[in-house]
């Protein structure tokens, strides 16, 4: 059973900085790419970054491009999503998800782990 563990969630002004950092339990098992989503009250759960272990090729939504960046530690077996300038639409619960797929997937369906979710919240 591969877990993800997410953390570095929290409160945050708006233009302000979080990194959210996701560890699986084994990457053996968890999968070619990772990637990260995010739930705002209400709403749909939506795709926000995805990141391929080997190579390194990151996809991003059109909401966070050129604010966030999604990148990863292969020694640590961790993955991290820098979000700079964050504004009040950015607050959600985020979460890490894992594919067995080897290209950077934007579609839900395509994941087969989840973690449990990490709240951000942005205040103006």
């Known amino acids: 059973q591969v877990q993800l563990v997410e953390s570095g969630g929290g409160l945050v002004q708006a233009g302000g900085s979080l990194r959210l950092s996701c560890a699986p339990s084994?990457?053996?098992?968890?999968?070619?790419?990772m990637g990260w989503f995010r739930q705002a009250p209400g709403k749909e759960r939506e795709f926000v970054a995805a990141?391929?272990?080997?190579?390194?090729?990151?996809f991003y939504a059109d909401s966070v491009k050129g604010r966030f960046t999604i990148s990863k530690d292969n020694v640590k077996n961790t993955v991290y999503l820098q979000m700079n300038s964050l504004k009040p639409e950015d607050a959600a619960v985020y979460y890490c998800?894992?594919?067995?797929?080897?290209?950077?997937?934007?579609?839900?369906?395509?994941?087969?782990?989840w973690g449990q979710g990490t709240q951000v919240t942005v205040t103006s």
């Open positions: 084994g990457r053996t098992s968890s999968g070619n790419a």
């Open positions: 990141i391929t272990w080997r190579g390194g090729s990151t």
């Open positions: 998800a894992a594919t067995s797929k080897a290209w950077t997937s934007s579609i839900e369906a395509e994941y087969n782990y």
